[in-house]
């Protein structure tokens, strides 16, 4: 797996998700649990992961849409 960005803007991190998504490449988000417990004060952010195999793909999708 392959770290694409870090954020604590859940709306933000659904929406990439989303675009990813209509690229064909599987998201995956890491510490969503971990954010949760901290309170959802945005101590903590979340990592948007994809597969080794698609990082290129998915980095060049979010410079796309600006999110480089």
């Known amino acids: ?5 870090r ?3 859940p709306v933000r991190l659904s929406w990439l998700i989303a675009l990813l998504a ?4 599987e998201a995956v988000l890491f510490d ?3 954010s949760l417990l901290e309170g959802s004060i945005g101590a903590i952010p979340q990592r ?5 195999e698609d990082s290129a793909q998915a ?3 979010l410079r796309e ?3 480089a």
Request: no cysteine; glycine share 12%.
């Open 48 to 52: 948007l992961m994809v597969g080794e």
């Open 22 to 25: 209509d690229a064909g490449i």
């Open 32 to 34: 969503v649990h971990t």
């Open 7 to 9: 954020a604590t803007d």
């Open 59 to 61: 980095f060049r999708v």
């Open 1 to 5: 797996m392959r770290e694409l960005l």
């Open 65 to 67: 849409a600006g999110e």
